[in-house]
């Protein structure tokens, strides 16, 4: 098995992958596709086990971490893994398989492909929803029925995210890294007694995002080398009564941002995608939701000097190149 090691803005699994969740901009739900939203700082990660005390008791025996978020923000998945030995990723959102809609954490699967391959994946928005693009993930309170996992499987039992993440097999990669790395492309910002009800993750906005094919092939994964973590989510009032502390403030909304002019992102990127998830494309977003999101925002009108071209890595490839 992987060790999981919790710090304090991210988590690590073995000697090479790390995986942080970024605050970010709720993209408007309104049918268009959005560029990639900015990262505007990095969520704080709790250990369940420093605060067994006040954490409800089926956290405790889950164990695991958890972060905060206010209702109907967003975050993304930002990945940090090594060029020269990637690994397999698979992300549950209420245990369904943010990739192909099915159970998780399930075996890992190339028919169809439920995993994220990292690098080159280097970060996940949502849902693979759509050809090309991902709806947002989005935290709503389960109870509700609109979470992925309500709409999916009509009960709403876990909540939060999931991840695991696979080592590949023995002697399919380097051991050590080479010589010279260049660094991986960020996605930057401007400066700047309590009755526990669980958070999950509902379809929110379309942001154009693929969800990138293995050119690897599912044998170079070791399935019995892995490491495993959950995430619960709690809302603000919760995370002050559980740390004693003050949540952090919520984002800006994503037409304030853009009125001043600050950017959004773009990847450069050549790889094939994974087809979308039927059971992922066909679901409604908190927007489509009569009465339940206040957040979905009126559409966002981008200038094309606003947007940035994130460039592949140094070193890639493309046909005809």
Known sequence: MLPVT???????????????????????????????????GRFEVHSVEEYSRTVPPH??????????????EALWLSFDAAPWKPSAVTVGVGHINAVSGREWPGTLSDSPQNYLVCPPQLWLDGINAGSGFVRQFVAMPIGLGV???????????????QIRVYDPKPGRFPDS??????????RGAPDQALSFT????????RIEQKVIADEHGLETWDPHRFGTLTIHVLNSVQYRAVTGR????????????????????????????????????????I???????AGAGAPVDLSPSQIVDLPRKPGAQTEGD
């Open 147 to 161: 979470t992925t996992e309500g709409q999916l499987t009509g009960v709403e039992a876990h909540g939060g995210l």
């Open 246 to 285: 003050e949540p952090p403030s919520t984002p800006v909304d994503a037409r304030t941002y853009t009125d001043y002019g600050f950017p959004w992102f773009r990847l450069y990127d050549e790889h094939r995608d994974v087809p979308p998830a039927d059971p992922l494309a066909n679901l409604a977003s």
């Open 59 to 72: 956290w405790r025996e889950a164990g695991g971490v958890f972060i905060s978020l206010y209702q109907a």
């Open 6 to 40: 919790i710090e304090r803005d991210a988590v690590r699994f073995g000697e090479r992958f790390t995986v942080r969740f970024e605050r970010t901009l709720r993209v408007p739900d309104d049918g268009s596709t959005y560029p990639l939203p900015p990262g505007l």
């Open 177 to 186: 890294p080479p010589p010279e790395l260049h660094p991986d492309t960020a």
């Open 287 to 293: 927007g489509e939701l009569s009465g339940l999101d």
């Open 198 to 205: 669980s958070m999950g993750f509902a379809p929110g906005g």
